[in-house]
């Protein structure tokens, strides 16, 4: 038995759209400008942080692209419709900012040996653009960052970027004032470790909804004990939690006393367990649906699962 709930995707409505493409807008904007300031000044570090935008345009393209995906209804070939796509957009995102911080690392180093001349100047004014562009980005994203993973994945390229900005600035001002040259490369290398951790989190986060993994925050063994607790369940087995997309599904087979069975007390039961798991656990849980069985049916059940 089942219930029936809204399967539409979160997070992903026109307004996140609208959000995510002028963010896009701003990310190119800023891109181009770099790609200018980085030949005309020399710095690498202008160069890796145009870099990173370059796969954070990329990576909110495809963002956005998903963000569409996800609000088309399920068919029968697809149930749950593409409500996935924007994790395996968070995915490609991912493996594009690793590569990215990977050759901005190995050519930090290179540069630290080898340092080349840096127009300061022109590196500050260029880095300056940059941080006010990803200022506006982040002021765009912030209210919506924790509603799905494409959304977080953006938001945390933003702040990645302008972080970068603000190196590349302090650079310049470095080389400036001292005339140390390598604080370009010294920055660059910076950037690169700004990228990889927050990466490999988002990774960690999407690898978890391809696996099916349990929700974060949700704890099975809570959910079994509060559904026992429902008057008439004497058992709980086969319980699965996972996320498609932005929403959490849990599924289960619920054994009962064999007198609900003719004394028509399911359908009650069935909004009682249904209201347990939507209200008393921190991960909402968007889709739920329960296998009743009676008792006198633990003889014909196959292997069971936890």
Do not use: K
């Amino acid at each position: 038995m089942g219930h029936d709930h809204d399967h539409s995707a979160a997070g992903a409505g026109p307004g996140h759209q609208r959000r995510l493409a002028l963010v896009l807008a701003i990310t190119l904007t800023v891109l181009a400008a770099e790609i200018v300031g980085a030949v005309w000044t020399g710095s690498l570090a202008l160069l890796a942080d145009a870099g990173h935008m370059l796969t954070d345009a990329a990576g909110l393209s495809l963002a956005l692209l998903a963000a569409h995906l996800a609000t088309r209804p399920p068919t029968d070939r697809r149930t749950w419709g593409y409500q996935r796509a924007e994790v395996l957009a968070a995915v490609a995102q991912s493996l594009l900012l690793l590569g990215v911080g990977a050759y901005v690392l190995i050519e930090g180093v290179r540069r630290l040996f080898e340092p080349p001349e840096v127009a300061s100047t022109g590196m500050l004014v260029f880095g300056i653009v940059g941080l006010v562009g990803n200022a506006v980005s982040i002021v765009l994203l912030t209210g919506s960052r924790a509603e799905n993973l494409n959304l977080r994945g953006a938001f945390l390229e933003v702040v990645n970027d302008a972080l970068g900005s603000a190196a590349v600035i302090v650079a310049a001002i470095v080389i400036a004032v001292t005339g140390w040259t390598r604080a370009d490369a010294v920055v660059s290398l910076l950037i690169g470790l700004l990228i990889l951790p927050r990466t490999l989190a988002l990774l960690r986060d999407a690898a978890r909804v391809l696996l099916e993994s349990t929700p974060t925050g949700l704890e099975l063994a809570e959910v079994r004990a509060h559904l026992l607790e429902v008057d008439h369940v004497l058992d709980v087995h086969d319980l699965h939690a996972s996320t498609i997309g932005s929403s959490h599904t849990l599924t289960g087979h619920v054994t009962v006393e064999d007198r609900c069975f003719h004394d028509g007390h399911l359908p009650t039961l069935l909004d009682q367990l249904q209201a347990c798991v939507a209200e008393h656990f921190p991960v909402r849980i968007d889709h739920s649906t329960f296998q009743f069985e009676p008792a006198s049916h633990a003889e014909h059940e196959g292997a069971q699962h936890a």
